[in-house]
């Protein structure tokens, strides 16, 4: 099995590097945030052994590493990942100059100050209690579980519980089911923050591709008729007719069967970043193997709200199997500045996240809650608006992206990014170069579990239509800048810190 860094660094992308350019690898891959501060790197023989290179090459490569500071060395303690002392200037401004493309959110709704001041009264009327609120007030738990229903999938307000945000619920079931050592599936790309709650609760993640495109229907149909032959799909003239969207479902199949992950972290609507959405009849296939090898689903609805023109609405993927804990958030669809979460899941299972909730957290702000409940009542006012942000933001996207010869921006029907192909593994160099023209945009593989999907640039859709135009503006700048053949500088390199 390869280590955790060669995973990271991609072993093809690195393939005949010398050792200044293995040590700058290393390098992005720590200020990238995919190896931590103080965990242990291969010894430089096991790296060798792995790479196929001189152990005098890789020894070469940890010296540059720690003259820099990048990494520790003691005796007898192996190599660790370190940081520099003394934070060297970044190229990139940190003022309001620059255009932050790492974080794909919108502004609040217009609504939200309304809803602020109408949520007054409630909070108020909750003054004479202690303040704290374990499971979440039981009108917004009602509140989210009818929205769940209006959805196609019946829930009581007894399964709900309300968070601190979407991450922080991932974090609490992790903290009460969690075991570590065990697999995790997860897609990739993913939401990087989860795989790192992931790693940080002791898992081994072990990824299945998703895409923009479809995948050999014909495999998919082996496998998931071979997972469960007794229930079928719906057939036309013999065939069974699957819709396959962006999921590799075969592999992803094949690896709950063979892998028999202890968890899967999977976000079925408008998929972050690539702006899929899961098939409902995969759904039901991927739901049921997963009960058969034990695998608890956690699915990441923050996203399912942000529907442009899908022009479909598939039932959530709860309402394949009670077993599924489905996590939500009122962030992209309200405000980031909202931190306000919840879980749906099985009274039994929400039992123990009470029982483990008190160990890090005694509940969640009451007048987000209050406010919360106001926004929940009015959701086709709110989703009307999203709707109307993210057509007007993608066709700002596809506008600024237009000519820029060699990028392709797929259908995006919903969600927060478009996933651009750049048509070459060039995604880290074009992130480094944009920084130089005063726009942060993380390179495609922040995203992934193995430093892969370079080609690959994510870009929000979330940016006013005046704002994403002159980001866009910028990214064309650094993109004809590296067509004409301009090298980053290698300070810069040091210092790829992406979000």
Known sequence: MASRLVEQLGAQNIVGASAAELSDHIRAVILDGRMTVGERLPSERALAFELRRSRSTVTRAYDLLE???????????????????ARVPPTAPEDDTAIDLSIASMDSTPGLYDATVRSLPRLAALRGTSGYSLQGLPELRDAVAQRFAQRGLPTSADEIIITSGALNALNLILTAIGRRGERALVEQPTFPHAMESLHLHGYRVVPTPVDVDGWDAAHLMEVLLRARPQQHFQEVGGVPAVDVDGWDAAHLMEVLLRARPHVAYLIPDFHNPTGATLPEEVRDRITATARNAGTHLIVDETTAELDIDRGRSPAPLGAFGPHVITLGSMSKIAWGGMRLGWIRAERKLISR?????????????????????ELLADMPALTSHVRARLLAGRDAVSEGLAGMGGLTMPATPGGLSAWVDLGAPVSTRLALAAREHGLIVPPGPRFTTGGVLERRLRIPITLTPERTAEAMSRLRAAWESLQ????????????TAVI
């Open 353 to 373: 996240l009470l029982a483990v909730r008190p160990s890090f957290e005694l509940g969640t702000a009451l007048l987000e809650q209050c406010i919360a409940v």
């Open 484 to 495: 004409a053949g301009a090298s980053v500088p290698d300070r810069a390199l040091q210092q």
């Open 67 to 85: 003259a820099d500071g990048y990494v520790s060395r003691l005796h007898g303690g192996g190599t660790r990942v370190a940081l520099p002392n």
